[in-house]
């Protein structure tokens, strides 16, 4: 009798950790997921801003022809892009271009001073800061998970749970990791 | 110090405060049944009601109450277009719900953070703070009230009054009832130590209460370094608020914790301070920013 208490004891003890690992582990998956598809969504919205600023850069910059190209040419790829590793990639090509376009605008007074040109530049900032904060808040989630599936004892419900380690956010290139300088202002 | 290392000392210093608080809640029950023999325990239940009440409903209307205090104006993206932005930064890398974003009109720089929980939210921000802080500055803050969202805490200084004031109620009626109630009592001494209890326990409940507002400013610190990895956005913006001097028109002690800079106090640093000193807060940001960027 008092073994049989006692197993039933262990039993019920075991599902409940059991289903508190499932739970754990699954609930640090969909936070990677959901990581992911933040910086998605902000590369999509940096890439809406793209045709809007090129035109206006354009209305004042026009010989800036290569640096202008460059920026659409990197846009284009990006939406090509799967899988973390190519989106990284593309990613960071796109932000330098947009570094050397906000560079050659320095040249231009007048598009600087133009309204258009001052929100598309606050946009841009914002869109850039948020990229690198769904970065990082993506890659320490990832870092959670990955953690937690080498980690006892929820290691043991690895399989159960159907998770697997995700990849890193890495930003391929140190000297793209500065993000455009359009200032603070 | 790394903000990790910070974080964790200030919620390790809070569950501290608010264990000693719950010693305290004990010994005013012990007083009380010195004094008056444990028949009269049934001061208790009612206390806690009384203290729940008082507390509970401003807790669980936070968000809507400290608007309407304020006479703060809700923004959106096509009102304030850059202090919208910042906020949706910063709640990216905090992994939490858009909040409710205000502006309060009062040339004193400050901001607050307030709501039951991170889907109530609200981040105000006076006009004085958005003329005086740049886009930087401006971020430091926002990680700062976001950070309170994070940690909950509404919730814990919810708590903590909850706690502060049940002590008070038992305490008051205690004596109060020390003053009409003729008993013999055995033990002169448990007698003397049971009011003098009573008598000090609320200010001592009331400088607990302080104290663990000021971890959780700490906290929320070093959770906006964790939220930014950029301390000196926030050492600058907390440098120009230690150089102004104004004060906010709503000297109101009711929301006066929630404040970024305490809007209440002197120079004179005093145990019932909400906040740690602004000097020190500088000085923990500025030895992160030595330390050096963390590598996560």
Redesign the interface.
């Known amino acids: 009798m008092v073994v049989l208490v006692i197993v039933i004891v262990l039993v019920a003890l075991l599902a409940v950790i059991a289903l508190w690992q499932f739970n754990k582990l699954r609930t640090l998956n969909v936070?990677v997921d959901e990581?992911f598809a933040?910086i998605e969504v902000?590369l999509t919205r940096r890439s809406e801003l793209i045709p809007n600023l090129v035109e206006t850069v354009k209305g004042y910059a026009k010989h800036e022809k290569s640096v202008l190209e460059a920026v659409t040419n990197a846009r284009a790829n990006i939406e090509q892009a799967d899988g973390v590793g190519a989106t990284a990639l593309a990613d960071a090509t796109l932000t330098g271009a947009l570094n050397n376009l906000m560079v050659v605008a320095e040249n231009y007074p007048d598009l600087k001073a133009s309204t258009n040109f001052l929100?598309l530049q606050?946009?841009l900032?914002?869109t850039e800061?948020?990229i690198a904060?769904?970065r990082?808040?993506y890659?320490?989630?990832v870092?959670a998970l990955n953690t937690a599936i080498v980690t006892f004892p929820s290691m043991l419900f690895v399989g159960m749970a159907g998770v697997s380690k995700q990849e890193f956010y890495e930003v391929p290139d140190v000297s793209q990791r500065v993000a455009p300088d359009v200032g603070?202002? | 110090m790394s903000f990790r290392a910070a974080q964790s000392k200030n919620k390790r210093k809070t569950f501290i405060l608010l264990f000693v608080m719950f010693l305290f809640v004990v010994a005013v029950i012990w007083a009380v049944g010195q004094l008056f023999g444990y028949g009269s325990v049934w001061l208790v239940p009612i206390a806690v009601v009384i203290a729940l009440i008082g507390v509970w409903g401003s807790y669980w209307n936070s968000d809507k109450l400290v608007l309407k205090m304020t006479r703060a104006q809700i923004i959106d993206h096509d009102t304030a277009?850059?202090l919208f932005?910042?906020v949706?930064?910063?709640r990216?890398?905090?992994?939490l719900p858009m909040p409710t974003v205000a502006i309060v009109d009062d040339p004193a720089p400050n901001a607050f953070a307030t709501g039951r929980d991170p889907d109530h939210a609200v981040i105000a921000f006076t006009t004085g703070i958005l003329n005086a802080m740049?886009?930087?500055q401006l971020?430091g803050v926002t990680a700062h009230e976001m950070a309170h969202v994070g940690n909950r805490d509404t919730l814990v200084m919810a708590v903590a009054a909850t706690t502060a004031g049940l002590i008070a109620i038992i305490a008051d009626v205690g004596v109060r009832m020390a003053f009409f109630t003729r008993r013999d009592n055995s033990n002169p001494i448990a007698t003397v130590i049971g009011l003098v209890i009573l008598l000090l326990a609320p200010i001592a409940a009331v400088m607990m209460r302080s104290a663990v507002s000021r971890k959780r400013e700490s906290l929320a610190d070093a959770t906006a370094v964790q939220?930014?990895?950029n301390p000196a956005g926030l050492r600058r913006a907390l440098e120009t608020l230690a150089a102004d001097s104004t004060v906010v028109h709503e000297r109101s002690t009711a929301v006066s914790h929630v404040w970024i800079e305490s809007p209440l106090e002197g120079k004179s640093r005093s145990l019932f301070d909400t906040h740690p000193p602004i000097s020190e807060r500088i000085a923990i940001l500025r030895a992160m920013e030595q330390s050096g960027p963390p590598t996560?």
Do not use: H, L, M
Not at chain 2, 92 to 95: F, M, P, R, T
């Open positions: 936070n990581g933040q902000q929100q606050e946009e900032t914002t800061n948020k904060f769904a990082q808040y890659n320490e989630s870092r603070f202002n | 277009p850059q932005n910042v949706d930064e910063v990216i890398a905090a992994g740049d886009r930087e971020q939220f930014t990895r996560t």
